[in-house]
C-alpha cells in the first residue's frame, strides 16, 4: 500500500502563486502514477493532473492547463503541483492520488490511494 500526505495548501490572493506537495510513503519501491484531483463544496471531485512514474506523461484538466504544473520527484517520494495566476474557481480541496502502473486515468476511481487533502482558498 502507499500512505499519502498532502500540504502547502492556504488562503491566497486572485493571480498569486502556491506550491502543494504530497509525500508518499510504503510500498514505494513499485511504480505508480500520481495524480491531482480537487473538490469544491457542493461539486464531484474533478480531475487536476496527472504524472507517470518516469515524469514523461503529463495531462491536465482543461480549467488548469497552461497555469498549473505538475511534477514529481521519486528520490524523495514527493509529488508536488505548482499552481500559478489563481482564481477564485480554483478554491478547493485539493487530494493527490496514487495508483501502481505506468500511466494514469483521469477519474477517481482509477485510484487506490488517496491523501487526506489541503485547502486551498482563493479569495477576491
Known amino acids: 500500500q502507499v500512505q499519502l500526505v498532502e500540504s502547502g495548501g492556504g488562503l491566497v490572493q486572485i493571480g498569486e502563486s502556491l506550491k502543494l506537495s504530497c509525500a508518499a510513503s510504503?510500498?514505494?519501491?513499485?511504480?505508480?502514477?500520481m495524480a491531482w484531483f480537487r473538490q469544491a463544496p457542493g461539486k464531484e471531485r474533478e480531475f487536476v493532473s496527472t504524472l507517470s512514474w518516469s515524469g514523461g506523461a503529463t495531462y491536465y484538466g482543461d480549467s488548469v492547463r497552461g497555469r498549473f504544473t505538475m511534477s514529481r520527484d521519486n528520490a524523495k517520494k514527493t509529488t508536488y503541483l505548482q499552481m500559478n495566476s489563481l482564481k477564485p474557481e480554483d478554491t478547493a480541496v485539493y487530494y493527490c492520488?496514487?495508483?501502481?502502473?505506468?500511466?494514469?486515468?483521469?477519474?477517481?476511481?482509477?485510484?487506490?490511494?488517496w491523501g487526506q487533502g489541503t485547502q486551498v482558498t482563493v479569495s477576491s
Open positions: 492520488a496514487a495508483t501502481y502502473g505506468e500511466l494514469g486515468s483521469l477519474f477517481p476511481g482509477g485510484y487506490e490511494y
Open positions: 510504503g510500498r514505494t519501491s513499485s511504480s505508480y502514477v
